[in-house]
């Protein structure tokens, strides 16, 4: 009997919900748990493995020096580094604190902050090469089996690429932008949720990040139109993804 591709799920700085995705297949797991074996997974197991790994999943942005020498040496002991989550591919909601001066973050946390050690937030290809990114806040679950079923079968996973929007449509949601005039960030935003916001009457905030091709300067100034002020987008383009080129502009980034 062949070898059993091994997998790596770790933790960065994020706030676990990915990892918690995963556990979320109680159903799927034990068949999973036939075709791969997961040698780390510290909020999962007691005993792990050093590696080297077939494939590392990474929850989590990077934060200090000490995660800049670790996600190398996870790098260099992983034949596929996936992204997993907004945090480790943009930095997602801590990397709000970007837009301030480090010093003043670390100051409003800590008595004393000359003992933390720590950097601007960003995603995980900021230090490394990665194989491949699953956007989302987290992302759904279903992302994972389908990344570990092109694992086994030696293929690239087939991940939605269009905006929520499609989503909306398939599921003949009333648009909030165009009809309620809300601002929905539905049209530069990647499918993967199901518009599970929409669906129930909320504006999508842009949790799974930038679509392919997103025309965030055309949603910005949909949103002036509508009546939201400047600070008011840049912290709609901030949320989730405001390190992502396709929102540098108006997060301002640039």
Same mark, same amino acid.
């Given at each position: 009997?062949?070898?059993?591709?091994?997998?790596?799920?770790?933790?960065?700085?994020?706030?676990?919900?990915?990892?918690?995705?995963?556990?979320?297949?109680?159903?799927?797991?034990?068949?999973?748990?036939?075709?791969?074996?997961?040698?780390?997974?510290?909020?999962?197991?007691?005993?792990?493995?050093?590696?080297?790994?077939?494939?590392?999943?990474?929850?989590?942005?990077?934060?200090?020096?000490?995660?800049?020498?670790?996600?190398?040496?996870?790098?260099?002991?992983?034949?596929?580094?996936?992204?997993?989550?907004?945090?480790?591919?943009?930095?997602?909601?801590?990397?709000?604190?970007?837009?301030?001066?480090?010093?003043?973050?670390?100051?409003?946390?800590?008595?004393?902050?000359?003992?933390?050690?720590?950097?601007?937030?960003?995603?995980?290809?900021?230090?490394?090469?990665?194989?491949?990114?699953?956007?989302?806040?987290?992302?759904?679950?279903?992302? %994972?089996? +389908?990344?570990?079923?092109? @694992?086994?079968?030696?293929? $690239? !996973?087939?991940?939605?690429?269009? *905006?929520?929007?499609?989503?909306?449509? %398939?599921? +003949?949601?009333?648009?909030? @932008?165009?009809?309620?005039? $809300? !601002?929905?960030?539905?049209?530069? *935003?990647?499918?993967?949720?199901?518009?599970?916001?929409?669906?129930?009457?909320?504006?999508?905030?842009?949790?799974?990040?930038?679509?392919?091709?997103?025309?965030?300067?055309?949603?910005?100034?949909?949103?002036?139109?509508?009546?939201?002020?400047?600070?008011?987008?840049?912290?709609?383009?901030?949320?989730?993804?405001?390190?992502?080129?396709?929102?540098?502009?108006?997060?301002?980034?640039?």
């Amino acid at each position: 009997m062949s070898k059993k591709p091994t997998l790596a799920v770790w933790k960065f700085t994020g706030c676990a919900g990915c990892q918690m995705e995963i556990l979320r297949l109680e159903d799927e797991l034990p068949s999973i748990l036939q075709v791969v074996d997961i040698t780390y997974f510290m909020m999962a197991k007691r005993h792990y493995s050093s590696g080297p790994y077939d494939v590392s999943f990474i929850e989590g942005s990077v934060s200090t020096p000490r995660e800049i020498e670790e996600i190398k040496n996870v790098r260099l002991n992983s034949k596929n580094l996936v992204a997993l989550g907004d945090c480790a591919v943009y930095g997602c909601v801590p990397s709000i604190k970007n837009w301030f001066p480090e010093r003043s973050v670390e100051e409003r946390v800590y008595e004393n902050p000359s003992v933390i050690h720590s950097t601007k937030i960003h995603g995980i290809d900021e230090y490394v090469h990665v194989d491949l990114y699953l956007g989302g806040c987290p992302p759904h679950r279903i992302m %994972f089996l +389908e990344t570990v079923r092109a @694992l086994l079968m030696n293929t $690239r !996973p087939n991940l939605r690429r269009h *905006t929520v929007c499609m989503e909306c449509k %398939f599921r +003949e949601n009333e648009c909030l @932008l165009t009809s309620g005039k $809300r !601002p929905c960030m539905g049209p530069v *935003t990647l499918a993967g949720c199901g518009a599970i916001c929409p669906s129930f009457n909320r504006d999508c905030e842009g949790c799974y990040g930038p679509m392919s091709d997103a025309n965030a300067t055309s949603l910005a100034e949909e949103f002036k139109a509508i009546g939201l002020s400047s600070d008011e987008i840049l912290r709609k383009f901030r949320k989730y993804a405001g390190t992502s080129p396709k929102f540098a502009e108006e997060a301002g980034t640039q």
